[in-house]
């Protein structure tokens, strides 16, 4: 048990600030009608112009070049959190590297420190210890403010649960986070996002009208909107079937071949990791096994 003097950032559990919790990034899909609060974060879901950052200038861009750096670029990070006179240790010296282009998939039991890592590389937190870079910016040390603009326009977040508004149509809810930061809204555009998603022609739908797996795409169109270049996905078959599992998988993949994404998801399930580049699996706040992805499952690094 290690003795260190608790602070607020400190004692939050990790249970509870991850991407799926956090009302900062929450917000990104309530108006403040619904949300009752400010929208401080200003959509940390996506939500900046396409000349403030981004992948690119347009969506679709029909088959990107690539250059494969990396976008995220994580040395030790530490993570310990408080819970009385406990210290957790939800990250103890990670190092990770995810590159333009590829799907690294989080493996882990709960409590192994999917969310916690997930929260650091999205710039939803700090780290206690180590270094980040993401998206060729170093973020280790800033504050809120400077970290929510790091992810304004450079990473789009897609959750478990849907968060779409029920009484906006399937257009209405991707173009959100423009609405919410008072950029104008380009139809066009948005109709180019949706059918990337496959979802062009239920543009005018209203979400009960949709599956559960339509549903995920248009958060996942919301996500793309401000075209960032990381995407990130925290456990987003929670609530899906099988198949429409797998489809969403493969809708990821495609995303990658077209645009040049980089895609870190979070899953419980081993058979839709595969599918990804590279499959990353934490214990204990340490990565302990990276495998390849794409069914080859074969091991390339093993620690303890």
Sequence with gaps: MTSQ?????DSRDPATTGPAHRSDVLEAALPPAVSGATLSSAVAAGGVPASTGGSGAGFPHGGPTVDRSPVIIARGLVRHYHRGSETVRA?????????SGEMVAILGPSGSGKTTLINLLSCLDAPDAGTLTVAGRPVTGLGEEALTAVRRGRIGFVFQKFHLLPALTVAENVELPQLFLEQPIDRAHTLEVLRAVDLENRATHLPRELSGGQMQRVAVAR??????AILIADEPTG???????????????????Q??????VTTHNHHLAEQADRIITLEDGRIVREERGC????????GG
Excluded: W
């Design 295 to 302: 069914g080859v499952g074969e091991r390339v690094t093993e």
């Design 223 to 228: 996500a793309l909107i401000t075209r960032p």
């Design 259 to 264: 645009e040049g994404l980089a895609v870190v």
């Design 5 to 9: 003097q608790s602070s607020p950032a």
């Design 91 to 99: 990250l103890d010296g990670v190092d990770l590297d995810v590159r």
């Design 239 to 257: 609530n899906l079937d099988r198949a429409n599992g797998e489809a969403l998988f493969a809708l990821f993949r495609r995303l990658i071949a």
